[in-house]
């Protein structure tokens, strides 16, 4: 069933949906390349680009992206086979020498970041012509993926020797950039290994392109910033960062309960009125990705007006304070994070972080696509007309 129209844009049978604006989205893009300076940047898309679509995503951003960062070698081959010629980073790396003629053929970029990754490039059997460019992945304080820096020098060399090397870059991931640690022992740490190096360098995630300017180098691989969201709510809100939010999660009020003082609310009953209440029910819930720790309190807007959560978040919806809004009812739009309630406060609310709600978002709930949905000829936009 479908009912599309101007003023109900829900899609589906159910009301429910997130609206992924694609205005908003550039912007973003745009805005942190300001802040990138003279970096390229990777758009990080991975996690189905952080829940708002990865194909949306990329067919959005265009030709406007220096590169896309992601996780899955048949997410890389999807992008490929929609158009995107750019540098696609496989942030993983692979997983197999088997892996390796798909990302010779499909011209992707990976990460190297095992002494077994390196012995599986030299293993393997490609076509004479084929070139893969390598990131080597140097751990220097994360812990996570990376060889150590004093490894680097060999497997430098190692890389080197590969016959299929195309351009041999090196990479770090900083563990503290949105923290009080900072990035200066990790930056110690990366020094000599980039000293006297002259490929392409990256280190900077969200985080440390807005807080560190001195980690930006060739490339950066902002994620989370292209979505509008802070990366260290702590130090700067989006708001104060110049973004604009791109998903908008909004569902509909489908029923009105009238409570009276003592009456609770929800699944444990863990909400009391204290005085008369209305409260309506909306289509939405944990497994929609709202967050099921999300306590009464947590803000939301109703028709435009700011209310809150009561109650437990059940599976399927929740409940919603309509006292004080006298027009708000059956029907009414609740919007769940976006323009009037910002992910960053839900988070807060949920004792969670703004990437997580995103990526959680449950595939049931369909997207809306907001603003112009392709770019004709990124080259020709100028950054104004984007940023307004
Ligand atoms: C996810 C990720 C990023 C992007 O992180 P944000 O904090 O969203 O900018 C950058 N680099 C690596 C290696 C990542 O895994």
């Not at 890389?76 to 892996?99: K, N, W, Y």
């Not at 020098?153 to 009080?180: K, Q, S, Y």
Request: proline content about 6%; glycine content about 10%; overall charge negative.
């Amino acid at each position: 069933m479908s009912r599309p129209s101007h003023t109900d844009p829900f899609p589906l049978f159910r009301p429910i949906h997130a609206r992924i604006d694609f205005d908003a989205l550039r912007h973003n893009y745009l805005r942190t390349r300001e802040l990138a300076g003279e970096a390229k940047m990777w758009a990080v898309i991975k996690a189905n680009a952080y829940g708002h679509g990865i194909t949306r995503v990329a067919r959005a951003l265009g030709r406007l992206a220096d590169g896309f960062a992601l996780l899955d070698l048949e997410d890389a081959v999807r992008l490929r086979e929609s158009g995107i010629t750019q540098p696609i980073l496989l942030l993983e790396g692979f997983f197999s020498p088997t892996d390796l003629p798909e990302i010779a053929a499909r011209e992707l970029s990976v990460v190297v970041h095992t002494e077994e990754q390196v012995e599986w490039l030299h293993a393997s059997s490609l076509p004479v012509a084929a070139r893969i460019s390598l990131f080597l992945k140097v751990n220097t304080g994360m812990n996570r993926l990376g060889i150590l820096p004093a490894r680097a020098p060999a497997m430098l060399e190692r890389l080197r020797a590969w016959p299929h090397a195309g351009v041999i870059g090196l990479m770090t991931h900083f563990a503290d950039a949105d923290g009080e640690r900072g990035v200066t022992t990790q930056l110690d740490r990366f020094a000599p290994v980039r000293a006297g190096f002259n490929g392409p360098v990256s280190m900077a995630n969200s985080a440390a392109l807005l807080r560190f300017p001195q980690t930006h180098a060739d490339w950066v691989r902002p994620g989370i910033l292209l979505y509008g969201a802070s990366p260290a709510t702590e130090y700067a809100s989006a708001a104060d960062i110049g973004l604009r939010p791109v998903m908008r999660f909004e569902g509909k009020v489908i029923s009105e309960q009238h409570l009276q003082p003592g009456d609770r609310v929800g699944y444990g009953g863990t909400f009391t009125a204290e005085r008369a209440m209305r409260v309506g029910t909306v289509a939405c819930g944990y497994a929609d990705g709202y967050p099921r720790h999300a306590p009464s309190g947590t803000p939301v807007a109703i028709d435009g007006a700011r209310s809150t959560l009561v109650g437990r978040v059940s599976m399927d919806m929740i409940a919603v304070d309509l006292t004080g809004l006298p027009r708000a009812g059956l029907g009414s739009v609740v919007e769940l994070w976006g323009e009037h309630v910002t992910l960053d406060e839900v988070a807060d609310w949920a004792g969670t972080a703004n990437y997580e709600l995103v990526c959680a978002l449950a595939l049931r709930v369909p997207a809306v696509e907001v603003g112009q949905a392709e770019l004709p000829d990124a080259a020709a936009l100028s950054s104004a007309a984007v940023m307004r």
